[in-house]
DNA sequence: TATTGTTATACTCTATAACTATA
DNA sequence: TATAGTTATAGAGTATAACAATA
């Protein structure tokens, strides 16, 4: 323990308690997928811990790296927040270094996001711990099952 | 329209955006299950809309139908959440006469939780309202899948 | 008129810590 | 001492609405 209290949001697990009866909520699929998310966000936390990334602030590195220049809006568009909460995340990244604002010839009222150098880093870094923690997340499963889940998940989101 | 706006968390979809460039996002676990809980959780609104009720309230109702005279803390651990949110969870299902505290006759400390009878009566149409939007959101997959599914699901919360 | 970014505001959820009463 | 419930407080996240600048 070094006294500092993470910053986010603490993820707690959501254990099967002894002697309680779920009935059938085991079966409801709403359930499992809450179940299952609090515990990948739960690793997630650790694989990161101690750098302040939250999986939209890591989304939103990946998108950046992939997608220069691309504007606010979008960028909550893809997030799937509001223009306010892109705008706050922008500001977040802008503040530690890992990502600039730049103004665009093309429309004056847009800005284009770019990660600096700092940004490009540190998201090579966090790829390998991300890639690591989610293949120790899903190491209960099989390749092909984990394939197979990806497969199944895309489809319910679709 | 009706003008009035829904009180609690409203559920935005995690669209995929055109033109957009996500490198090997839809690779990740973690990515994958949060989109996935985030369009369940949409359909489960749809399903509850007007009623209040969220998934958390939800699992409680069924919770407190099969485990009478459940303790707030037992109920707290079951959620994954704190004390003091499992006990406004309680104050909200009291308040509308769905639960009530009763002292216990083997610990002054602790309540004992009942459901009401009115209560009963709306986990009774919660449960077929929330079955059905269930199996219509899973209605991509087919019914072996859906199982499949589960246990994949369930393999990675333990 | 519509859109981008911004700002202010409000609301939900939840955690922590301190307190009380019981054990 | 430890536990159940309570209360107060704080923080993160995110939505809405209004506004200025630009399209």
Do not use: C
Not at 131 to 139: E, L, M, S, V
């Amino acid at each position: 323990m070094n006294g500092r209290t993470p910053r986010g949001p603490r993820p707690s697990s959501i254990a099967r308690v002894a002697g309680i009866n779920y009935l059938d909520l085991g079966e409801h699929l709403g359930y499992a997928l809450r179940r299952a998310q609090v515990a990948s966000f739960d690793a997630f936390h650790r694989a990161t811990a101690g750098l302040g990334i939250t999986p939209p602030r890591f989304t939103a590195l990946v998108i950046l790296q992939a997608n220069p220049g691309i504007s606010q809006s979008t960028l909550g568009e893809v997030l799937g927040t509001a223009r306010s909460g892109a705008m706050l995340l922008t500001d977040w990244l802008e503040a530690r270094g890992f990502a600039s604002r730049r103004h665009r010839a093309d429309d004056g009222r847009a800005w284009g996001l770019y990660l600096t150098g700092r940004g490009e880093r540190l998201i090579g870094r966090l790829r390998q711990r991300v890639r690591d923690y989610d293949r120790r997340f899903a190491a209960r499963l099989g390749k092909r099952e984990r394939e197979q889940l990806l497969r199944f998940l895309e489809r319910l989101s679709a």
